[in-house]
């Protein structure tokens, strides 16, 4: 009996220890899942004084030795920091901010790795100015409260193809010089992947010169591809990038005749310029190494 005892206790010792460990795991786990929620409520309470221009609660978000990495400059301190953002809120008095928290990595008890993304958008329209980041942050639990000791805000391309979406539809654009008319159409295609753009007009020769250009997003880089064909054979591609105000499409291609020369390069600025109107003006022209004077800008309203 002692010994069928010693033998129920033995067993019941090593059953044991498994359950215990799990136990230890799952209490870990537990505790990983707080930190994680508290600090993306933190972050959402970061987003909502930001937006709303609460700089006393904002300031309650950093750590009073904090710095700030961000476009080049390092800004320290708490009340460095807010100044800062005070004054971007005052360059962009309608910003708003999105932030998507990707991962949180406890680095200790009251220590945390923070990386994700940031979108500022002027407004919610689709034709907002906007501007792409990355972020890197270590928070500290101070008093009870995760604040930020540190953040690192690197500016990143993400242009998305909705991004153009105001695009869709019939434009038309007249040069009062000349009284030459550019009528354009945009549409999407292929599920919204592709966006296709379709120009035509009449030269001096009385002769309809016809180009069609096909836009579609690159995940990989950030960016949006673009090709043109003319009717008159030229031909280029390139891609487009978004500055926050302008959209600017570097190209490189071929002239529409060979004797024009074998490369060409341009870009092409289109800048939003109300509800239902933009400008287009193609700048930078080199042919075969020569600059060539840059294009009219045309102003495109939208045919209603």
């Known amino acids: 009996m002692p010994r069928f005892l010693s033998m129920a206790g033995f067993l019941f010792t090593l059953l044991g220890v498994p359950c215990l460990l799990g136990q230890s795991a799952r209490a870990q786990t537990a505790k990983t899942d707080t930190v994680a929620a508290e ?12 937006n709303a221009r609460d700089y ?23 009340e460095g920091i807010i100044a800062f953002l005070r004054k971007q809120d005052q360059a962009h008095p309608a910003a708003q901010m999105k932030v998507e928290v990707e991962n949180i990595k406890p680095l200790g008890p009251n220590l945390a790795k923070v990386t994700g993304s ?3 958008t002027e407004s919610e329209s689709p034709r907002a100015r906007w501007f792409s980041a990355r972020f890197e942050s270590l928070r500290v639990k101070e008093d009870g409260v995760w604040r930020i000791a540190s953040s690192t805000v690197e500016q990143i391309l993400d242009a998305k193809l909705d991004d153009l979406a105001w695009l869709v539809g019939n434009w038309k654009a007249t040069d009062k010089v000349s009284g030459q008319t550019v009528e354009a159409s945009f549409e999407k295609a292929h599920s919204g992947k592709l ?14 010169v016809e180009v069609l250009q096909v836009l579609q997003a690159d995940p990989r880089e950030g960016t949006i591809r673009c090709w043109l064909f003319e009717s008159n054979g030229g031909r280029a591609e390139g891609f487009m ?8 499409t570097s190209l490189t291609g071929v002239p529409p005749v060979a004797n024009l020369g074998d490369k060409a390069e341009s870009v092409q600025v289109l800048t939003p310029t109300g509800p239902d109107a933009f400008t287009w003006h193609v700048i930078e022209r080199v042919i075969d190494g020569v600059k060539v004077p840059d294009q009219k800008p045309l102003l495109f309203r939208r045919v209603k």
């Open 118 to 120: 940031i979108r500022m």
């Open 56 to 78: 006393k609660a904002l300031g309650e978000q950093w750590t009073e030795d904090a710095e700030l990495v961000e476009g080049g400059r390092t800004i320290r301190r708490r």
């Open 241 to 248: 990038e978004h500055d926050g105000v302008t959209y600017n």
């Open 39 to 50: 600090i993306r409520s933190a972050d959402q309470q970061y987003v909502q004084a930001r």
């Open 195 to 208: 966006l296709l753009g379709r120009l035509s007009t009449t030269g001096k020769d009385g002769k309809v």
